[in-house]
């Protein structure tokens, strides 16, 4: 069944989606500040902070909704603007949205506050203490309590083409201290955008999907092992790395069983497969 999709920021997520999306026979519309989409994907220029820009929503009529918002400063006031004032104005106006198949929300495992390296899953507590988190879990809710049919994607940290600031500093040199074990979880770009597609795919079938999913790889790793093993790649020694202390607090291996249980076989089930090709590219381009 041929669906009418509109994706609600189309970056380098939501526009490989749209495609993806329109090439399997779906009508797609993808909304953004400003600049056309690539055909056959219909451009809406729109800023979901400003919700005088969304009335043409409103003569427009939705299967799926897929929200990939960005926020323009890592700060709360933008995650509030963006994350949460964005989604509800939205949500205000789309035509009928609770005749809308289903609507998924991009949100992060930021939500989840454990930091001792234990496993979590979509059953698992959420009280989220850094901005970021709160914001999320505060725009989840109102989904919750909207009416509308959804699906919360929890992806962590996301890396592909463009997303090389891992690579950047291990390159100069900078590494992370091994203890206290610091556990990061990743998913690659096009997992992501193919994990999105898969989820779209089942409700065109008629097929249920679950409330929420994490969105990672099979592989999470200590940031440790990670930079090392991104050293050896780069041609780097992995002993001339600092052992920088890291911020970052959290510490939890995420858990992919539900993501695998929909039928979606990784293109990257780990962190060697995904970053290879990233690397050959970037020692490519500093040549």
């Known amino acids: 069944m041929a669906l009418k999709i509109l994706i609600v920021g189309c970056g380098d997520i939501g526009t490989p989606l749209g495609l993806q999306l329109a090439a399997a026979g779906h009508q797609v519309w993808g909304l953004r500040r400003s600049s056309l989409l690539p055909a056959p994907l219909k451009t809406i220029n729109a800023d979901v902070t400003v ?5 043409v929503l409103a003569d427009l009529s939705f299967d799926c909704v897929v929200m990939t918002l ?20 939205v949500l205000q ?3 009928q949205p ?8 991009i949100s992060s495992t930021s939500v989840y506050h454990q930091s001792d390296g234990q496993w979590v899953d979509e059953y698992s507590p959420v009280e989220p203490v850094s901005f970021s988190g709160k914001r999320l879990l505060q725009a989840e809710q109102s989904l919750v309590a909207s009416g509308i049919a959804f699906s919360i994607i929890r992806f962590a940290g996301i890396y592909g083409p463009g997303r090389q600031r891992l690579l950047d500093q291990v390159m100069s040199g900078q590494g992370s201290a091994k203890t206290p074990s610091l556990y990061t979880n990743r998913i690659h770009r096009d997992d992501c955008v193919g994990f999105l597609a898969h989820l779209v795919g089942k409700v065109a079938q008629g097929k ?22 991104l050293a050896q790649q780069l041609g780097v020694d ?19 069983k ?5 039928g979606y076989q990784l293109q990257y089930p780990g962190y060697q497969s995904g970053y290879t090709e990233l690397i050959k590219a970037y020692l490519n381009s500093n040549k």
């Open 98 to 105: 609770l005749q809308i198949k289903r609507l998924f929300f």
């Open 238 to 256: 992995p002993e001339r790395l600092t052992q920088e202390e890291s911020s970052r607090r959290n510490s939890k291996r995420c858990s992919n």
């Open 93 to 95: 106006r789309l035509k």
């Open 51 to 55: 919700a005088a820009t969304l009335s």
């Open 258 to 262: 539900r993501l695998l249980a929909t």
């Open 70 to 89: 960005t926020p323009a400063a890592f700060s709360d006031a933008g995650y509030e603007q963006v994350f949460n004032q964005g989604l509800l104005n």
């Open 208 to 229: 249920s999907v679950e409330p929420c999913y994490i969105g990672v790889d099979s592989q999470p790793v200590t940031m440790w092992e990670l930079k090392r093993w």
